[in-house]
């Protein structure tokens, strides 16, 4: 763990502002399984609290002046913050910049969201968004569609609930055309089954300073008719009692982009605490 002075002292103008955006992170739905639920959380906190916002700003610029060496975004409860001078932030974009303080660290819910597009090849905006959410520690989270609650503290179960929502919304693998030789599979075949293969029941993997867990799913995603990744990254933090979740969602257009798919790991690694 790194030690740095604390880039709250000297701003108590701007503190009042911080305390009042951060009271209004609620938390969202229990069984969020798409990190649309989240995404459109935080836009709802940000056009809420936009005026904030844009005095937040002004933090952001005294940071980053004071601390050139490690340009940051700090997460909504302030504890841990991504370093954006790792991922060669000119790509990425970062909808509102929330601060916390340390008078709303029990916060809980979206703690920072962000965007990477290369740009190239009509990739949207949000070919790669990365979105963290905090859970509380003893609040079981209700999965309704698995009929099931889990505690945050067994981040296995944690991203096993959300691996198997995933799955579920998955198109199942082509049954082989008549005649079809095994080993020439039709193309559809081909690319589902290629997919099946890069999916990732939970594990522990140490990602980066924090990630201690990792789980993935591959495939064409029913619901909106193309091929999409999901990553689940996950650590737990005994001090702030929660367990944090970097989801990460790749569009099809980075599916096939050695560079946009190593966007999830290195956006990983570059949290810190």
Known sequence: MRTRKNPMTGLKRLLCVTIGLCVGLVAVSADADDIDDYVTEMKAVEKKNRKDLRALSDLDKIMVKRFPEHVFRRFAGIFYDVNFKKLGGKQWEVPGKPYGSPDTFDQRGVQIRAHWSSGKGGAPADQVTCVVVSFEHGQPIEFESLKRKVDPLDQKALLKAHYEISMMGLAPIPEPEEGEDPK???????????????????????????????AATQGFVTAKKQRERRAWYSWSDKERHATYVLFVRLHETALESPKAMGMSDTFAKAISK
């Not at 081909?190 to 300073?209: F, H």
């Open 184 to 214: 020439k599979p039709s193309k559809a075949r081909k690319i589902a089954l290629k997919d099946r293969k890069k999916c990732q029941e939970p594990k522990k993997k140490k990602t980066g300073r924090v990630g201690q867990w990792f």
